[in-house]
Every structure is written in C-alpha cells, then in structure tokens.
C-alpha cells in the first residue's frame, strides 16, 4: 500500500504561481505514475497533469499546458505540480494519485487508472 501526502496548496492571486508537492511512502515501484488531479466545488474530479517514473515522460490536459509543469524527484518517490500564470478556473482541491503498473499516455488519465490517493491539497485563486 502507498501513502501520498500532498502540500504547498494556499491562496494566491490571478497570475501567481504555487507549487505542490507530493511524497509517496510504503511501497512504490520502477514502472508507478504519479498523478495530479483536481476537484472544483460541484464538479466532477478531473485530470491535471501524469509523470512516469520509469523516463520521466509526462502528459497535461489542455487546460494546464505551458502553464503547469509536473515533475519527479529521481532520488526519491516524490512529484511536484508547479503552477504558474494561475487562472480564477484553478480554485480546486488538488490532488496526488499514484498506480503501481506502467501506462502507456495514448489518452489522458482518468481517476479509475489510480489506486493510491492522497487527502488533497486546497488552492484558491483570488481576483
């Protein structure tokens, strides 16, 4: 089993920047993604940006692309979301999400290909 803690969550304002980080405990595997996903109040929890241990490769909805950069610690199981140009539309709970077998990045993500969450991390985006 893997735990996910999740941080650096806060309040900023339109055009800031943040960035998230999540480290993984317990077992964890060469081949894992690791994921962010948000959930807006009243929306459905959707998918932000995935790493994959193995080389690293990553993939971003449309929304988050040029913005939002994901990356891995090589020395240790821990991903970050860097967040910059951050929009109102970002206010959510983010998220981290991990799985322990390889996936190929044909199509985005969705919340039934994890199986470790973390407890989410909120970020607001204020006017």
């Known amino acids: 089993q893997v735990q996910l803690v999740e941080s650096g969550g806060g309040l900023v304002q339109a055009g800031g920047s943040l960035r998230l980080s999540c480290v993984a405990s317990?077992?964890?595997?060469?081949?894992?993604?690791m994921a962010w996903f948000r959930q807006a109040p009243g929306k459905e929890r959707e998918f932000v940006a995935a790493?994959?241990?193995?080389?690293?490769?990553?993939c971003y909805a449309d929304s988050v692309k040029g913005r939002f950069t994901i990356s891995r610690d090589t020395a240790k199981p821990t991903a970050y979301l860097q967040m910059n140009s951050l929009k109102l539309e970002d206010t959510a709970v983010y998220y981290c999400?991990?799985?322990?077998?390889?996936?190929?990045?044909?199509?985005?993500?969705?919340?039934?290909?994890?199986?470790?969450w973390g407890q989410g991390t909120q970020v607001t985006v204020s006017s």
């Open positions: 317990g077992q964890t595997f060469s081949d894992s993604i």
């Open positions: 999400a991990t799985r322990p077998q390889y996936m190929y990045f044909v199509r985005l993500p969705s919340v039934a290909d994890f199986t470790s």
């Open positions: 790493v994959r241990r193995s080389d690293s490769s990553t």
